[in-house]
């Protein structure tokens, strides 16, 4: 098992990350509501816990970014509106999208995944699968 000091967040209180998480869930929601699904990605994506290993945390953060990006109904429209710099956390979770083999998830990230790699080319991919920071 790896020490805590590999992993800054480890230290971090578990409890008041749920809370974050619990906090930008709602205010996604509240984003959804006025029909504004690009904001509501762009608010799911930040903030991700940093190299938290447990899975309480992460399937909580990944139940508010499927929520987010299963909205998105443009999806060109939607890059036309994100920046660059969430494209790499956004195939991160779009691969774990693809594992649940939930069939409408599975087609919602197939296509992102589609124009994501038009947009951001192999590299998103192999950046998304090198990163050690970013565990979704």
């Known amino acids: 098992m790896a020490s805590s000091a590999a992993y800054p967040d480890a230290d971090e209180n578990l409890e008041a990350i749920i809370t974050r998480i619990e906090q930008k869930s709602r205010k996604i929601e509240t984003l959804l509501k006025q029909s504004k699904p690009v904001e509501a990605l762009k608010t799911a994506l930040e903030g991700s816990p940093l190299r938290t290993r447990d899975e309480r945390c992460k399937s909580a953060n ?70 050690t920071v970013n565990t979704v």
């Open 62 to 131: 990944w139940i508010v970014v499927h929520r987010a990006m299963m909205a998105i109904r443009d999806v060109d429209g939607m890059f036309n509106s994100l920046d660059p710099e969430y494209y790499d956390i956004l195939m991160k979770y779009l691969y774990r999208g693809l594992s649940t083999g939930d069939r409408p998830t599975c087609d919602q990230c197939l296509k992102i995944h589609e124009k994501l790699t038009e947009k951001a080319g192999l590299g998103c991919i192999l950046r998304s699968l090198a990163d």
